[in-house]
C-alpha cells in the first residue's frame, strides 16, 4: 500500500514527463490534451479557435487525469483534479500562461498568442486532489471521438515508390 506523499510524487513525476494527458469530465468522454505541468498542477488551454477542445468543466468541479509513459504509452497513473479556471489576466492566469506559450508548437500566431488566448480561450488548471484510483485489470479501448479532422485528399498513387526505393549512386560513389 501507497502513501498519499508517494502517491503526490507519482502523479507529479508521471504527468511533468508526459506530454499527453487524458482527462475527462463529468458526464463526457476522456480527451487526450497536452499540457504542461506548474507549481504543482496540470495548466491547460484550449476552446479557442486553433487549439485543443477542452471537455465539459467547470471552475470548481472535479476532472480524471490518466497519465500515460512516454516511452511505451502504457497508463501509469489515473488521479482526481479539482479545476480551477483562471481569470484572463490574472497572476495564476500569467504565469500558466508563460509556461504554456513555451510549450504551445506551431501557433498561428506566435507572440500575439497570449493576446488571443485572454480573448478567446480558456486556462484551467488541474489541481490533484490526492487520490489515485487503482489501474484496471482489463483492456480499456474505446472507439475515437468524431473529429473533423481528415486529410485534405488521398495519397498519390507513386508515393510508396517514391519514399521507399533507394536512389542509385551517380558517379560510384
Not at 65 to 94: F, I, N
Not at 134 to 159: K, V
Request: charged share 25%; with cysteine; glycine share 10%.
Amino acid at each position: 500500500m501507497t502513501s498519499a506523499p508517494l502517491d503526490r510524487a507519482l502523479i507529479e513525476e508521471a504527468t511533468k514527463k508526459s506530454g499527453l494527458i487524458w482527462v475527462e469530465g463529468p458526464g463526457g468522454p476522456a480527451r487526450a490534451l497536452w499540457h504542461v505541468w506548474h507549481e504543482g498542477a496540470v495548466c491547460l488551454v484550449g476552446d479557442g479557435p486553433g487549439e485543443q477542445p477542452l471537455p465539459p468543466l467547470t471552475d470548481g468541479g472535479t476532472a480524471v487525469v490518466t497519465v500515460r509513459s512516454k516511452d511505451k504509452g502504457g497508463r501509469l497513473v489515473t488521479w482526481a483534479a479539482r479545476v480551477v479556471e483562471c481569470a484572463s489576466g490574472s497572476e495564476p492566469w500569467q504565469a500558466a500562461v508563460a509556461e504554456l506559450k513555451g510549450k504551445r508548437l506551431n501557433a498561428p500566431d506566435g507572440e500575439a498568442m497570449p493576446e488571443r488566448w485572454a480573448r478567446e480561450c480558456r486556462v484551467l488548471r488541474l489541481e490533484p486532489t490526492g487520490v489515485t484510483a487503482p489501474l484496471p485489470d482489463g483492456p480499456l479501448a474505446e472507439a475515437p471521438l468524431p473529429t473533423p479532422a481528415t486529410t485534405r485528399e488521398p495519397a498519390p498513387a507513386g508515393l510508396p515508390r517514391l519514399l521507399f526505393t533507394r536512389r542509385k549512386r551517380r558517379n560510384g560513389r
